[in-house]
């Protein structure tokens, strides 16, 4: 059998995280047997679905990495197909029209609401004669479910799911507007896709139920269904806004690799062994529903901006300092200039191993392209009163003289400086530090001379002298 998965998320707003973990889910389910994964947008709710949440969602996936076969599918543009879908039932006698008003389904309601129980259709218009049916007011077509027995489910991921058939009730297929539900749209645009396996939330999971007595009534073959569980927030509760970021262009935004990423939501909920650090090619290799758990996921952002570390260590400095260089113009709403281009292959081995994120290596790197004079830290501005003015002078003169700028010659120039006056090191490096950063912490004094070049680092010095 050909695997083929699909995403298929609302388009009401941005990448849910949750939403982005289905889609991984989907996309290496499908890459480890050798299948591939479509993509549907469902966007039948036209008062919230809008472009901008198509582009988003479109624009977090390709950010993650996770691309689809074909061009994406709107289940709105296949209403007709759905209509036929139900035509198709109510010819064969699997489905029936249904004319009560509000007034009766609401009388339903408060009904069941009084004996404690949900509500359900209570079947009224099932084997009522057409000819009973008013002239006045469009009916709905709703599906002749079995009444005995029992729906089951081999759920791959929750077991063997089964509900007796008279605890459901006859849904709603077609509305009286010619609409379809969700639930007829799902299962028509499924089997129409030749969709094998469904990876979703485990809060589908009655949903799967209803949808297989529809696949049962058209006699068609049902696809596999893998319910996940949910991802909840660090307090145990469903992940919600309280939480923090909820769509994938927040950790984006944070500073998170996509390959981080990835492999966190990769693991929230499925395991390999005592496997963390999972590349995405060992992952294809991996992936399975048997690594799913039960158990709901808790998200962790401090385990996320630890694993985010890895990554920035480990990737091609080349890379990383394209990143760089993006996320400090995103910063400080400029261009870099070419020496300015020049400083970050110099420093960024120095500046990944003190970054958990892009955000953070950024702000590490700000001194090197800072704008003179430095906007001065105040722990840093404390470092330059008293003696520091005399001791900048020292420094200033000892770098003139240094005209190959390189690690070994001004590490010796300051070194030799400091024995000379009989100084600490610490204490000629910290104004030094201040003076040239205009912070109270970066890479160590010698590394921050190199980087900068030597004019940068005596223009800078030589404001705090004037």
Request: proline share 4%; glycine share 8%; hydrophobic share 40%.
């Amino acid at each position: 059998m050909s695997v083929i998965t699909r995403f298929a998320p609302s388009p009401t707003g941005f990448l849910h995280i949750g939403g982005a973990r289905t889609a991984l889910f989907n996309w290496l389910f499908a890459k480890h047997h050798g299948g591939h994964m479509l993509l549907r947008i469902e966007d039948t709710d036209r008062a919230r679905s809008t472009e901008a949440a198509v582009t988003a969602i479109h624009d977090g996936l390709h950010w993650l990495g996770l691309d689809w076969q074909g061009e994406p599918i709107s289940q709105f543009a296949r209403a007709n197909r759905h209509a036929e879908v139900a035509q198709q039932l109510l010819a064969q006698g699997k489905a029936y029209h249904c004319y009560c008003t509000p007034a009766e389904l609401a009388e339903m309601r408060e009904t069941a609401k009084a004996e404690g129980r949900s509500m359900r259709y209570d079947g009224r218009w099932r084997d009522r004669d057409p000819g009973a049916a008013p002239t006045d007011g469009a009916p709905v077509i709703r599906l002749k479910a079995p009444q005995s027995g029992a729906t089951t489910i081999d759920d791959l991921v929750q077991g063997q799911i089964t509900v007796q058939n008279a605890e459901m009730d006859d849904m709603v297929l077609l509305r009286a507007d010619g609409s379809p539900t969700y639930m007829l749209a799902v299962v028509v645009d499924d089997h129409d896709m030749a969709i094998s396996h469904i990876i979703r939330g485990d809060d589908h999971l009655t949903n799967a139920i209803r949808q297989r007595q529809i696949y049962d009534l058209m006699g068609w073959t049902a696809p596999h269904f893998a319910h996940i569980p949910l991802i909840h927030g660090a307090d145990g509760a469903k992940l919600s806004k309280r939480h923090g970021a909820l769509g994938v262009e927040a950790y984006r935004d944070m500073g998170i690799l996509p390959a981080a990423l990835r492999n966190y939501l990769l693991r929230l909920g499925w395991s390999h062994g005592d496997d963390e650090i999972i590349e995405t090619e060992q992952a294809i290799a991996w992936f399975d529903l048997d690594g799913v758990g039960k158990s709901a996921a808790r998200f962790d952002i401090t385990r996320l901006e630890n694993l985010n570390s890895h990554y920035v260590r480990g990737m091609d400095e080349g890379e990383l300092c394209r990143l760089l260089a993006d996320q400090l113009h995103q910063t400080l709403k400029r261009d870099l200039s070419a020496i300015e281009l020049a400083r970050l292959p110099l420093a960024i081995g120095a500046l990944k191993e003190r970054a958990k994120t892009l955000v953070e290596l950024a702000d590490k790197a700000q001194f090197l392209v800072a704008s003179r004079p430095l906007i001065m830290e105040e722990k840093a501005a404390s470092q330059l009163t008293g003696e520091a003015p005399a001791l900048l002078a020292l420094g200033h003169a000892c770098l003139q003289s240094v005209e190959d700028w390189n690690l070994d010659n001004v590490t010796a120039a300051i070194r030799g400086l400091a024995e000379a006056e009989n100084l600490k090191l610490g204490n000629l490096a910290q104004p030094l530090r201040a003076a040239l950063t205009g912070r109270n912490a970066s890479p160590g004094i010698f590394e921050v001379l190199y980087f900068l070049g030597r004019q940068e680092s005596l223009d800078r010095i030589g404001d705090y002298l004037e």
